[in-house]
């Protein structure tokens, strides 16, 4: 390619992302969010210029991105339950595959609501490890009167939480620690949460750098928040109550296990988008 002008036409800033390998999908979303434009815009104005220093953003997030960071971490923003949230390399990036999760603690909230002498009663949930606070923003927004606790370890974890309940105008109540540590003599009527889960030395790390490693790996196994998680639960569960948990593909039996030896009843699972027995379940027998 010749060289280039330093203030690009958006044919020839796509025509760079290109020619750096990104996906046209990728190129057309990256390049309407840096100008604010729809795709359909971008195609009937190819002669049109950037401005040089919208060129250089351009160039700075066309590296970025060869260099393998998530675009949701060059955007500040991913889509997540219908909710647009911020993102920041402080939180993991929210997977679809996580929607399954929400899903089914959407479905269980329905059917506790619907055992209540009163279905307009609030029920407590809390979401450990929240991160970006996906899970508990999209359960505040979708389930209903709900009281929303969300924990994380980290600081910088809880700031993204609070920013991102304040731009959507929802409640949650952010509580820093781990898992269920800071929640002592607390009960809820559902815990969730999408752990760190993949063992130490795992090869799909290596596509992964880019994200806080305190939200992907536990123990050489892969186990060891999962097993923590179990543990603690039924302490903090009210009788009927449900822990709903994420793992990995190959986690379902493991973690099945860790549920039955914690007392949990009704033990099952939920597969993801791809058919991966992504999520476990488990009830604290009502008496
Ligand atoms: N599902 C994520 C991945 O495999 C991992 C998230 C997690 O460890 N909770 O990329």
Request: negative net charge; aromatic residues 4%; charged residues 20%.
């Amino acid at each position: 390619m010749p060289p280039l002008p330093v203030d690009l036409t958006i044919r020839e800033a796509l025509d760079l992302a290109r020619a750096q390998g990104l996906e046209r999908v990728d190129a057309h979303l990256t390049l309407g969010h840096l100008l604010q434009r729809q795709r359909a815009w971008l195609l009937a104005h190819d002669d049109e210029r950037l401005g040089a220093q919208q060129s250089d953003r351009w160039r700075d997030w066309l590296a970025r991105r060869v260099a393998g960071e998530p675009l949701a971490y060059i955007l500040g923003e991913k889509e997540f339950f219908g909710l647009h949230l911020r993102v920041s390399p402080q939180v993991l990036v929210p997977r679809p595959d996580t929607e399954t999760l929400v899903d089914w603690a959407l479905d269980i909230v329905r059917e506790l609501r619907t055992q209540r002498p009163h279905p307009d009663a609030p029920l407590s949930v809390v979401d450990l490890g929240t991160g970006s606070g996906a899970i508990a923003l999209a359960l505040a927004a979708h389930g209903g009167p709900l009281q929303v606790t969300a924990t994380d370890a980290s600081e910088g974890a809880l700031n993204t939480v609070l920013a991102n309940a304040q731009a959507l105008g929802l409640t949650v109540r952010c509580v820093a620690g781990h898992w269920l540590s800071p929640l002592a003599g607390e009960r809820f009527d559902l815990i969730v949460s999408n752990p760190p889960y993949i063992a130490e030395g795992d090869p799909h790390l290596a596509a992964l750098t880019h994200e806080p490693i305190s939200a992907l790996t536990a123990g050489a196994d892969g186990l060891a928040d999962l097993r923590t998680l179990c543990r603690q639960a039924p302490d903090h569960l009210h009788p009927g109550g449900w822990l709903v948990l994420e793992h990995g593909w190959d986690q379902a039996a493991p973690v099945a296990q860790l549920m039955h030896d914690a007392g949990l009843t009704a033990v099952g699972h939920r597969r993801d988008l791809g058919g991966v027995l992504r999520c476990t379940a488990g009830k604290l027998p009502e008496t």
